[in-house]
Structure formats: structure tokens, C-alpha cells
């Protein structure tokens, strides 16, 4: 099975901009560990930014940020939840001695015998 590798974002930064600068495609991907594929990936991430080390890290950070402001939306909604439903159970304490049921009703009253 093949290993993934990782490469520093300075090599993938190099790679495109030899590419960009007229190295072959073919000839690159000689190298080990690269493919033609892997490479084009690198050089359109190139064209738009996404391998300067301030701009991915500035994508890096607006993402982390969104997930945090998700997290605490998500937060205060089961806060709000939980301290409803304990406001709920505050007022709705039934005697010790009461029957509880899944099944909500009126009890049911025992059979009468028939008069004939």
C-alpha cells in the first residue's frame, strides 16, 4: 500500500515556481515522491495564494475561528436547554409516593363482576 508523504510547504512552493519558470512537468515529476498530478495540485494552489506561509496560515485561522464561533452558538444553545428543562423538573415534582409511568392516564379501575 502506498505511503502518503508529506512535503514542507517551502518545497511545494519551489516545485511550483520551477514549473512556473519552465521546468518541464515531466522532468519534475521525476523526483522522488512527486507526480504529475501532485504537481499541477501544487502549482493552481500556487496561483491562488494558498501556499504563502501568511496567507495559509491567515485561511488557517479564519477556519478555526468560524469553528470556534460554532462551538460556542452550540454551547449556549444546550445551556439554554439544560437550564430549561431543570426549571421544568423544578416545578413539576410529584409526591414520592405517586406511581410513575412511561404511559400517561387515568388508572385503570378493576373488573366488575357481571350481575345476572
Known amino acids: 500500500m502506498a505511503r502518503h508523504r508529506s512535503h514542507s510547504i517551502e518545497f511545494k512552493r519551489q516545485v511550483a515556481q520551477e ?14 515522491g512527486l ?8 502549482v493552481a494552489k500556487f496561483d491562488a495564494g494558498d501556499l ?18 460554532a462551538l460556542e452558538r452550540l454551547a449556549g444553545k444546550l445551556a439554554l436547554e439544560n437550564d430549561f428543562l431543570k426549571g421544568a423538573l423544578q416545578h413539576d415534582r410529584r409526591p414520592t409516593s405517586a406511581t410513575t409511568s412511561v404511559v400517561a392516564g387515568p388508572l385503570v379501575s378493576p373488573p366488575q363482576k357481571d350481575a345476572d
Open 19 to 32: 514549473f512556473l519558470g519552465g521546468e518541464t512537468i515531466y522532468a519534475l515529476a521525476k523526483r522522488p
Open 35 to 42: 507526480s504529475r498530478h501532485l504537481i499541477r495540485i501544487w
Open 52 to 69: 504563502d506561509s501568511d496567507q495559509g496560515a491567515a485561511h488557517l485561522l479564519a477556519d478555526y475561528e468560524a469553528r470556534i464561533a
